[in-house]
Every structure is written in structure tokens, then in C-alpha cells.
RNA sequence: AGGGGUGUCGCCAAGUGGUAAGGCAGCGGAUUUUGAUUCCGCCAUUCCUAGGUUCAAAUCCUAGCUCCCCUGCCA
């Protein structure tokens, strides 16, 4: 609806759109240049979405642009695999860099002069201490570092050593090159930092050209400035990388010195959210892939049916600040529901069968219903949806000793079948187990279309369907993996929900049997759902995406356990 | 005396010296052919704490405290 459109342009301020105002109004910049830079080692998740919405947001916003780009400095963990899935989550979030894909390792050459430069100056030298050795050298939060004995090398000796780095006439970890700052610096960063390691790797994009790579806090300033970058928005942790991305900027010739600015990343309560847990959640056997419909990637969301624009919501009201904040999952949810309900075609479909015959109905007649698609969307249309003696009931909408206020069927108790008749319930027929199997009802001719001229009050809608058209499906109920918030004190497997899947066989209205994997209904008073991929024709597949609001479980939940 | 951040309702979050927005959750109630949706009402005399400045402080000052991040040749 348009409505909801305009609602999710309508951005919120905050303080970095606030520093980008004053920049605009200062004259410090004309145009706004953002980017996002993901390494190609994994598989986007929720948290990398509160990113892309920022950074690309804000392009749009101001009228500027957003690259992507790919952080490819270390070969050793990068995969070509991911550079695909990670565009096509991007686009499938809603956001589009045009022309404006890039990869750290398009500037390997430039770097590397940079660095040529900075040995030049003075400002950078090889190191051949040991791994160990650095690290000892470098002292600790409360003690200074020390110098190396190779700090102040000749600039000759240096400029030797680094080529034959890049030449590969040296081993890993033998030799390294580092910025000269201060090893005494109160900001371990400045301690003399790596900026480039020999790496004998093969690069999924120069190949063997390099046997040298640059750094990140080298790599990344440098590759923004080379870009135009106005604005460098990272989170957190980086805050105190700043100052040595400011470095680079200062004593190198740049075309631009970009301003980074650090904001809080998106967290979320009772889930994990780091690529170390994803590989054991996968490996051990939790989930399904990465793809699963519980895990919190973005692929495991839209399996799952979570709209892109609810994501896009999310981050939208979360808004961006810089204090550390876990949000709770029922505002993801809340966002779900809010965009599902709006578009989701809604369907009719028995999760947990009851049969229920309709004595007065004759035999071997059935009705067509025209039924609405959404009753938020008149234009959504409507389908139709057969009518017949023999029909199944949700198993939970029938008691036969009802409490108060329970507006379902009971013996006695008359209920409207959703669309078509009012049913009122005569028999209940039970197995020999004392199970009941059948529920004999008598209808109401002049209830047709679901009420009747004399006003009479019902109080229960049912959903069901039609015994004879009725088709099977599999259905996947989720929960959320963790039933709480995870104790990182603790390992998470044995946290783990034990109940996150279950798999059902349901009953489903004919129309459901047409759908595509990919789209969303309601399932009328049962929830949101997404046909699964892994659908096969005759024998569809649905994820639960989310319930509904309940709150007659509400209800009865809190007079269980009165407070 | 390491450094850098952060602290406003259960969870996010506005607020930038003029007397605490909004959303989520929760709680009431109305409407309802989904116990959904929608609607209406309630929900911080108080802003980490203690002092101080001011006619006036969440906002300014001082001193504490909390939590987070930093000792990869990861990003």
C-alpha cells in the first residue's frame, strides 16, 4: 500500500545524517558517497541488513550513490561463492549500486605504490621479527611497546626488502611491513601496524600475481579515498581504528580524505549471530544450510517468508545510535506480521484435522464460495473455495467440555464455518480409545453466506476445508533456535530449542496446491506461510513463517498461571 | 592515572537549558464473517549516582559508577 511506502521513505534523523547535513550545509560536500564493504567470506545476516539499509539508504536519501565493495584483502578466506550469494541478498533487500561494484583487490597495484611511498617518507619499514616477536614487542594495554631492532632500517634496505616480498623470494611470516607510528602509543593501533603479509595464496580474483597483502586498516581508508567516499559508516569496534585510518589518509597523496564514522550494530535477542556459530549450527547437523528457515541469515529469512521490506522496516525503527543495544525478536516479528498482513493472500488450511459431517447437507453436493484474497486488499480478488458435507475442523476449535468464553464448537454450541454456513454441533463420535474422531453437525440453509436475517449472534469464525477437495501438504512449524537468550558462558548447543522444527502433514484448499516457492499466505487464524523450494508438484511444502496474535492463548496462558 | 566508547520505561529510541516524542512489549476496552487486522485508553514527577551552576538542567560543570571495545602477519 502506498501508505506503507511512503511510511518506510519517511526516514528518521539521526546523528550521522545529522553530521552529513552539516557537511551538505557547510560546503565540505556537495554529493554523498557511502559504501558497503563486506569481506566474501560468508553469508549475509540480519545484522549485515541494518548496514546495507544505512549506507544505501543514505544514498538515496541524499540523492548520492553506494557502492558495494568487496573487501577481498585476505585470499585465505575468500571465496568466489560468496561474492555471488552476497549480491543477491543485496538485491534481494531492495538495493541496487548500479554501476558501482568494486573489490579492495582492483587497487592491489595503487596500494602497493602507497606503501612504496610511505617507505620513502620515512613512515614505513620491513620487520623481521617473528609473529611471536611482534607480539611481545608490542607490550600490552598497561605496558608501552617497544621498537623493533629493524625500525629504523635505511630506506634503501626497505625499498630492497618490500619488492623482494612481492617478488615471493621470502617465506610467510618471515618478513612483514609496518607503519612507523609509535610502539609506545596508548592505542594499540598505532603500535607500529601490519600493513602488509606475505601470502603465498592463490587470490579468487589477481590469482598468483601477489604474494604480498595488504592489511585491512591499510586497505580499507586507502581503497574509500581512491572511491570518493564522503562518508566510511562502520560499527563499533572500529572506533579506535579511526585514528590510523586518518593516518594513512594525512601522510599519503590521496585524492580525497573520507570521514569514518562508528555506529552500534544491530543485535538480537535469543540468536547468534557470528559466521564461527553458523559453521557449527550447519556442520553439526542443527540447521538444514545456510538457507535454513531458522537461521538469521538473510537467505534463512526469505526462506522463511520474511519479506524483505519488514527487514527494511526493522532498521528503519530501529534507528542508528551508538550505544550497544540487543533488540527484542518480537520487533523483527512485529515488522513481519505488519507487512504480511497487509500483502499475504489469505488461505484455508487444517493443520490438525477433526472431521466434521454435516448431517442436513445432502449427500454428494458441494457449494462454490467466492472467498476474498485479503480483506486489507480489495484488490487482491477473491477465489473460490468448495463447500460439502464432509469437512475438516481445526482439532483445538472444538472441546467438548468448553470453559467460559470459549466461542468454538461445543456440543450444542453453533459456530459459523468462515464464508459459508453456521454449524451447530450435534454428535461428537469417539473411538474406542475414548479418541474422538468425527463430529456430527446440522447446518443452517439460511445462514448461506454466513449470517442470517434474524441477527442472531455467533461468536466463532472457523476456518476448514472440504474433505473431498482437500490436499495434503507438508508443513514445517518454526521456533526460534535458542528458547532464550543465548549464555555465551556456556555452549550454545546445548541451549539449543530441541523443538525449533516440527514437520506436520496438513490440509490445504486447492488454491494453495498452485503457488510457487517463494509466496506468502495466510493461513486463515493459523499464521503467515511460505512455500518452501522444497515443493514438488502435488506435494507442496510450507514454512511457518510466523503465527498470528493469539490472544485467546493469551488468555488462557495467564489464568493458568494467575501472578 | 592504559586508550576509546556508552548509560533516558521490560526492549529500541527522540531530546542539543524552558519543564520527558514515538515504536515494540504489556495492560484495559470498542469494533470484527480471521479470538487476526483496525480503533480508543493506560503505561518514566523522572533521565546511572552524588554534588554544583541557573529563575529553570536529561541537557552545562565537578567527582564517581556501569556496561562494551582494543594486546590477529582477521575484517
Known sequence: MTEHASAEAETHTHFIHEIINGDLASGKHTTVITRFPPEPNGYLHIGHAKSICLNFGTAVKYGGRCHLRFDDTNPAK???????????????????????????????????????????????????????????????????????PFRERPIAE?????????????????????????????????????IYRIKKAHHHRTGDTWNIYPMYDYAHGLSDAIEGITHSICTLEFEDHRPLYDWFLDNLDVPCHP??????????????????????????GH????????????????????????????????????????????????CVRDQLNQTALRRMAVLDPIKLVI????????????????????????????????????????????????????????????????????????DENGEIVELRCSYDPLSRGGGTEDGRKVRGTLHWVS??????????????????????????????????????????????????????????????????ADSEPGKPVFNRTIGLVDSWAKMQKNQGSPA
Open 78 to 148: 575468500e571465496e568466489v561463492e560468496y561474492v555471488e550469494s552476497i549480491q543477491e541478498d543485496i538485491r534481494w533487500l531492495g538495493f541496487d549500486w548500479g554501476d558501482h561494484l568494486y573489490f579492495a583487490s582492483d587497487y592491489f597495484q595503487p596500494l602497493y605504490d602507497y606503501a612504496v611511498s610511505l617507505i620513502k617518507q620515512g613512515k614505513a619499514y620491513v620487520d623481521d621479527l617473528t609473529p611471536e616477536q611482534i607480539r611481545e614487542y608490542r607490550g600490552n594495554l598497561k605496558q608501552p611497546g617497544k621498537n623493533s
Open 158 to 194: 626497505n625499498l630492497d626488502l618490500f619488492e623482494r616480498m612481492k617478488n615471493g623470494e621470502f617465506d610467510e611470516g618471515s618478513r612483514i611491513l609496518r607503519a612507523k607510528i609509535d610502539m609506545a602509543s596508548p592505542n594499540m593501533n598505532l603500535r607500529d601496524p601490519a
Open 259 to 284: 570521514q569514518q564514522i562508528e555506529f552500534a550494530r544491530l543485535n538480537l535477542t535469543q540468536t547468534i549471530m557470528s559466521k564461527r556459530y553458523f559453521l557449527r549450527l550447519v556442520n553439526e
Open 287 to 334: 540447521v538444514s544450510g545456510w538457507d535454513d528457515p531458522r537461521m538469521p541469515t538473510l537467505r534463512g529469512m526469505r526462506r522463511r517468508g520474511y519479506p524483505a521490506a519488514a527487514l527494511r522496516t526493522l532498521c528503519e525503527k530501529v534507528g542508528v545510535a551508538k550505544s550497544n543495544s540487543i533488540v527484542e525478536l518480537a520487533f523483527l516479528e512485529s
Open 359 to 430: 448431517t442436513n447437507y445432502p449427500e454428494g453436493q458441494f457449494e462454490t464460495f467466492e472467498a476474498d484474497n485479503n480483506p486489507e486488499d480489495p484488490e487482491a480478488g477473491t477465489r473460490p473455495v468448495l463447500f460439502g458435507r464432509e469437512l475438516y475442523i481445526e482439532r483445538s476449535d472444538f472441546m467438548e467440555v468448553p470453559p467460559k468464553k470459549f466461542f468454538r464448537l461445543a456440543p450444542g454450541q453453533e459456530v459459523r464455518l468462515k464464508h459459508t454456513y453456521y454449524v451447530t454441533c450435534q454428535e461428537v463420535v469417539k
Open 467 to 532: 474433505a473431498a477437495h482437500a490436499q495434503p501438504a507438508e508443513v514445517r512449524l518454526y521456533e526460534p533456535l535458542f528458547p532464550e537468550n543465548p549464555d555465551s558462558e556456556k555452549d550454545f548447543a546445548e541451549q539449543l530449542n530441541p523443538n525449533s522444527l516440527k514437520t506436520i502433514q496438513a490440509w490445504v484448499e486447492p488454491a494453495l496446491a498452485e503457488g510457487q516457492p517463494g509466496d506468502l499466505f495466510q493461513f486463515l487464524r493459523n499464521g503467515y506461510f511460505c512455500m518452501d
